[in-house]
């Protein structure tokens, strides 16, 4: 990494030996408990829409403003994570927006909530979250030894997707049964909780910045951007991952068509199938955590994305009778998918400067969403033109391509210890 590593530094800061600190516990659970009320909250706000307009351009809209605000403030707010106290921003964003979703709940109930509104409120959650989602990347460092990471960020991958499942269940059986405004309360509330939770974990004190000034901003916001260029490994890493995210849009965004054309099912179909992927992100997570298998077999980590990619590709090619064998497809591509993201983030976690990492950690989720919202729309255009199973395999192939290019950087191997294991 630029000749640096983290690694001297992280040893000089107060982690625990063992990996369920109190520290790690309370900040896991808050995040279960913040995801969990996101899930059905997320629910009650699609079917506010939905049942209120009838629109899918709002939704859509929803969509699109919640991804701009994402790319626009992830940059940005890394310099504030670098420089402000990660726990004062973890326990604040969740504060925010808890009283947000309470906020609408009262609204829905009032009937007062227009569009306009709750295009305001979404947008200044997704800016809340680009100041949670590295604060949290940077802080699981400071409280877990080293040998902890890949089972700290394990656990929070198998923790936050069970959450969606049981938020996205408990909220399409909710909404008809407590009402809109009663499941954005329970949003609202999950993330109070979640933010009372993360007022006793104990961070280190961000000490020797200086004030921060627009110079001071900008000279970060630059400074962090050349930290990235200079490690040539990450900046071809940072390409990558923006131009994958992008191929791997229209096998979710069409996923409903796909099931309705191809598979011939209906609603139940897709809720198993993207509970299947889930599932499958859960079992690759365990895998990386609990086994040697990865270790082992870095091929899996090498190709991992085109694993995952090829698996979805062969999608709408399988015969549409047989549609339980999707479960299967799906599966796969979220197991592998899920060890390649969560061996990368840890790979991260130990190799980048911690005065530079949230800056890092912005920036890949700026590169992860930057493209997906135009993705979003080609996808829409590209399916009233041509059979899904073309643009499947088209976009499969370019994120395979992804993975060519991945493992063509200069320096790759070495640079994660591939090349020490092979033989």
């Known amino acids: 990494m630029t000749g640096n590593d983290s690694s001297g530094q992280r040893k000089g800061q107060k982690v625990h030996s063992k990996l369920f600190s109190k520290n790690f516990i309370l900040l896991w659970l808050g995040q279960t408990v913040s995801q969990l009320g996101a899930g059905v909250g997320y629910i009650a706000t699609l079917w506010w829409v939905q049942s209120t307009t009838g629109s899918a351009l709002a939704l859509g809209t929803l969509a699109t403003v919640t991804g701009i605000v994402a790319v626009v403030m992830a940059p940005i707010a890394g310099v504030f994570v670098d420089r402000w106290n990660k726990k004062y921003l973890i326990v604040g964003t969740?504060?925010?927006?808890?009283?947000?979703?309470?906020?609408?709940?009262?609204?829905?109930?009032?009937?007062?909530?227009?569009?306009?509104?709750?295009?305001?409120?979404?947008?200044?959650?997704?800016?809340?979250?680009?100041?949670?989602?590295?604060?949290?990347?940077?802080?699981?460092?400071?409280?877990?030894?080293?040998?902890?990471?890949?089972?700290?960020?394990?656990?929070?991958?198998?923790?936050?997707?069970?959450?969606?499942m049981v938020g996205y269940a408990l909220g399409g059986l909710l909404v008809a049964v407590a009402g809109i405004p009663a499941l954005l309360l329970i949003n609202g509330i999950a993330y109070l909780l979640s933010a009372f939770s993360e007022m006793f974990i104990v961070l280190k004190k961000e000490t020797g910045r200086g004030k921060l000034t627009v110079r001071s901003f900008v000279d970060d916001l630059h400074?962090?951007?050349?930290?990235?260029?200079?490690?040539?490994?990450?900046?071809?890493?940072?390409?990558?991952?923006?131009?994958?995210?992008?191929?791997?849009?229209?096998?979710?965004?069409?996923?409903?068509?796909?099931?309705?054309?191809?598979?011939?099912?209906?609603?139940?179909?897709?809720?198993l199938i993207s509970s299947a992927q889930m599932a499958g992100m859960i079992m690759g997570a365990l895998i990386l955590s609990l086994t040697p298998l990865v270790k082992?077999?870095?091929?899996?980590?090498?190709?991992?994305?085109?694993?995952?990619?090829?698996?979805?590709?062969?999608?709408?090619?399988?015969?549409?009778?047989?549609?339980?064998?999707?479960?299967?497809?799906?599966?796969?591509?979220?197991?592998?998918?899920?060890?390649?993201?969560?061996?990368?983030?840890?790979?991260?976690?130990?190799?980048?400067?911690?005065?530079?990492?949230?800056?890092?950690?912005?920036?890949?989720?700026?590169?992860?969403?930057?493209?997906?919202?135009?993705?979003?729309?080609?996808?829409?255009?590209?399916?009233?033109?041509?059979?899904?199973?073309?643009?499947?395999?088209?976009?499969?192939?370019?994120?395979?391509?992804?993975?060519?290019?991945?493992?063509?950087?200069?320096?790759?191997?070495?640079?994660?210890?591939?090349?020490?294991?092979?033989?």
């Open 296 to 423: 082992k077999h870095h091929w899996i980590i090498r190709w991992g994305l085109a694993i995952s990619a090829g698996a979805l590709m062969l999608s709408p090619w399988l015969p549409g009778q047989y549609w339980q064998v999707q479960l299967l497809v799906f599966g796969v591509s979220g197991a592998v998918t899920s060890i390649v993201n969560l061996f990368f983030f840890t790979a991260l976690q130990r190799k980048v400067d911690p005065a530079y990492m949230g800056k890092v950690f912005s920036l890949v989720s700026a590169m992860g969403s930057g493209l997906q919202p135009a993705a979003s729309a080609i996808s829409g255009l590209l399916a009233e033109r041509f059979p899904l199973a073309y643009i499947y395999t088209a976009f499969g192939a370019l994120a395979m391509l992804s993975n060519v290019r991945l493992l063509a950087i200069p320096g790759f191997n070495a640079y994660f210890g591939f090349a020490r294991t092979k033989k």
């Open 223 to 271: 400074g962090g951007w050349s930290y990235v260029k200079k490690d040539k490994v990450l900046f071809g890493i940072l390409q990558v991952i923006l131009v994958i995210n992008f191929a791997m849009v229209p096998f979710f965004v069409l996923m409903p068509k796909f099931v309705a054309d191809y598979l011939r099912q209906g609603s139940e179909v897709l809720g």
């Open 94 to 164: 969740d504060m925010i927006r808890g009283s947000i979703n309470c906020l609408l709940a009262w609204l829905v109930f009032t009937n007062t909530l227009t569009l306009p509104i709750l295009f305001l409120c979404a947008g200044i959650k997704a800016a809340c979250a680009q100041f949670f989602m590295p604060s949290i990347s940077t802080a699981i460092p400071q409280i877990v030894a080293d040998e902890h990471l890949e089972k700290a960020n394990s656990l929070r991958e198998i923790s936050l997707n069970i959450s969606n």
